[in-house]
């Protein structure tokens, strides 16, 4: 079965995660971003923290936001000048990583402000369709679907979104997959 290994690999560096490591260089702003913490991020800001400085592995505080789902900071580091497009080390974007979870709200927003929804990781070529269906987040599978984004896309090894969904035994995302296949000419 083949999943996206990244994803794990991230959450094991994030803070208070299980078997967690130390963050080394990641910026206060990083560390307020993921958790959600919006006063922080709004002081930090406001001291004069530049609002795409990346950690080591290029990861932006609209990233860190982004994969646990904080809508609010999101939109404060929009409204500051985050670059939406960004990617990281692996060509991820924060909209490839709010794709791995339930968070359509930020999903959403992340789009309506103009994240590209097709966009590839450089590494492996995953899209954040994706990862949302490797993941099983259905709703974040219709709303990126609404916005354009291309089922048929693959990666390096030729997988798509259907293949991911039915590799991680998603049925409802194939479900939703092939339905839209079949509206398709």
Do not use: C
């Amino acid at each position: 079965m083949k999943n996206i290994p990244w994803l794990l690999s991230l959450s094991l560096l994030m803070p208070g995660a299980v078997g967690a490591q130390s963050l080394p260089e990641v910026e206060p702003l990083h560390e307020a971003a993921f958790a959600g913490n919006l006063e922080e991020v709004r002081r930090l800001l406001e001291e004069g923290t530049a609002v795409d400085v990346p950690d080591p592995e290029g990861r932006t505080a609209l990233m860190w936001a982004s994969f646990n789902g904080h809508t609010a900071v999101d939109a404060l580091l929009l409204e500051k000048g985050a670059a939406i497009d960004a990617r990281e080390a692996n060509g991820r974007t924060a909209l490839m990583y709010a794709s791995s979870g339930p968070f359509v709200e930020t999903v959403g927003l992340l789009l309506e402000k103009g994240a590209q929804v097709n966009l590839q990781g450089t590494a492996e070529g995953f899209t954040a369709l994706m990862t949302a269906a490797a993941e099983g987040q259905v709703e974040v599978v219709r709303i990126l679907l609404a916005h354009g984004a291309d089922p048929d896309l693959e990666d390096v090894d030729g997988d798509t979104a259907e293949s991911f969904a039915i590799q991680n035994g998603h049925s409802q995302v194939v479900a939703v997959l092939r339905d839209l296949s079949v509206e398709r000419p």
